[in-house]
């Protein structure tokens, strides 16, 4: 058996240092790239979700270089998502392909049923390694998004343009060469040494914009044209509740052992969407708040053409923009986005957050929050 997962940001390096804990055989797809996109964009229905063609043009690049179980987690609520695993089994079927397609359900509760899954994958692994890979994996996607969140707090007061951006992506490329959770952390604390020893700007004080959004679009780069990572470069501190991390710890662990929740984005959104509709809609308008007072200059969504819930999202923001009194730029991603196209809007928006601190700063209302 040759496992494979799909590609969500940074999201592969914590599957990987879980699969080799396990010693489970897999391969790694190739990363995200123009002929992925041309894979799944000719293979899955036109008005599908864009991460539902990306990550299977994934699978099928795994194919071709030999893996024949697809390991996917399930998902319920009113959205699509739960629907991938169905999708990518029907698909693949279509293809020919003959992968088998696993999927690890949320367990709500049954923790026994999803251990078991887990111990049927790894040729009857004893029960504390199975729970010790799992919780340095959790580590391992905690630290990754500590190391992303240290990069965009570097990157707009860098003394040397693209510091942060050599070591960071050298951290991402060499990192799939090591093997197990151990030499992974080892690896992300020399980087953030690495990072924290950069030599930066502190007198500078940055626009600051939250990225609100769905979750695949947000976090992961190729399918953002690097948009964090552009905007670092652009003088821009940018910030994202929504991470691979925060989702495993609050959507998978404290569900599960029914552990409290960090729900202060629900507390916010309670007055103009009260109810989970799926995605992560209630966390874009409930953050937007956040960012709001928290004296962010601005706020980014970014979601995928025909995204249910960020649509109803998208349709609540004016409400909240004007309520909050805070700019929000909204950008929506399918395959047919052009770059250039995409950055002269995000240009345009930065120019205009610019001139508003500037007209603050005169009318003597601005105050540097947290910077
Ligand atoms: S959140 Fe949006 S993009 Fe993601 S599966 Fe649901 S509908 Fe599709």
């Known amino acids: 058996m040759k496992v494979t997962f799909p590609h969500m940001g940074n999201m592969y390096i914590c599957v990987k240092a879980l699969l080799d804990d396990l010693d489970i055989d897999y391969i790694l797809p190739p990363f995200t790239s123009k002929k992925t996109l041309e894979i799944g964009t000719k293979h899955v229905p036109e008005c599908a979700c864009?991460?539902?063609?990306?990550?299977?043009?994934?699978?099928?690049?795994?194919y071709e270089l030999g893996a024949d179980t697809v390991l996917m987690v399930g998902g319920c609520g009113p959205c699509r998502f739960g629907y991938y695993c169905e999708m990518h089994r029907e698909i693949l079927h279509d293809l020919g392909t003959n992968m088998k397609v696993i999927t690890l359900e949320p367990p709500h509760g049954d923790v026994k049923e999803f251990l078991r899954r887990i111990k049927n994958l790894t040729n009857n692994a004893g029960i504390f390694k199975i729970l010790h890979a799992i919780k340095n994996a959790?580590?391992?996607?905690?630290?990754?998004?500590?190391?992303?969140?240290?990069?965009?707090?570097?990157?707009?007061?860098?003394?040397?343009?693209?510091?942060?951006?050599?070591?960071y992506n050298q951290f991402k490329?060499?990192?799939?060469?090591?093997?197990?959770s151990k030499e992974i952390i080892k690896f992300i604390e020399e980087t953030e040494k690495k990072l924290l020893q950069i030599k930066t700007d502190e007198s500078f004080k940055p626009l600051k914009i939250g990225i609100v959004g769905e979750i695949y679009t947000t976090i992961d780069d190729y399918t953002s044209f690097s948009i964090q990572q552009r905007l670092g470069g652009m003088g821009v501190e940018v910030h994202r509740y929504v991470t691979?991390?925060?989702?495993?710890?609050?959507?998978?662990?404290?569900?599960?052992?029914k552990l409290p929740r960090d729900l202060r984005f629900a507390k916010a959104a309670r007055p103009y969407l009260g109810t989970m509709i799926g995605g992560?809609?209630?966390?874009?308008?409930?953050?937007t708040i956040l960012y709001a007072q928290d004296g962010y200059d601005g706020v980014i969504q970014i979601y995928p053409l025909t995204c249910m819930p960020?649509?109803?999202?998208?349709?609540?923001?004016?409400?909240?923009?004007?309520?909050?009194d805070i700019p929000v730029l909204t950008l929506i991603i399918d395959e047919m986005t052009g770059e250039a196209g995409y950055f002269t809007r995000?240009?345009?928006?930065?120019?205009?957050?610019?001139?508003?601190?500037?007209?603050?700063?005169?009318?003597?209302?601005?105050?540097?929050?947290?910077?």
């Open 244 to 257: 691979v991390s925060n989702w495993i710890t609050e959507h998978i662990i404290k569900q599960t052992l």
């Open 310 to 324: 960020e649509i109803v999202a998208e349709s609540i923001l004016p409400a909240v923009e004007r309520d909050y």
């Open 50 to 62: 864009l991460p539902l063609k990306i990550t299977l043009g994934n699978l099928m690049e795994a």
């Open 346 to 371: 995000v240009e345009a928006f930065i120019d205009l957050l610019h001139r508003r601190r500037e007209k603050k700063q005169v009318e003597g209302k601005y105050i540097l929050s947290g910077n």
């Open 280 to 287: 992560h809609a209630q966390e874009t308008v409930g953050n």
């Open 173 to 180: 490329r060499d990192v799939i060469n090591l093997k197990g």
């Open 138 to 167: 959790t580590k391992i996607a905690i630290a990754v998004d500590d190391l992303e969140r240290l990069t965009f707090k570097i990157r707009p007061r860098e003394v040397e343009k693209g510091a942060v951006n050599e070591i």
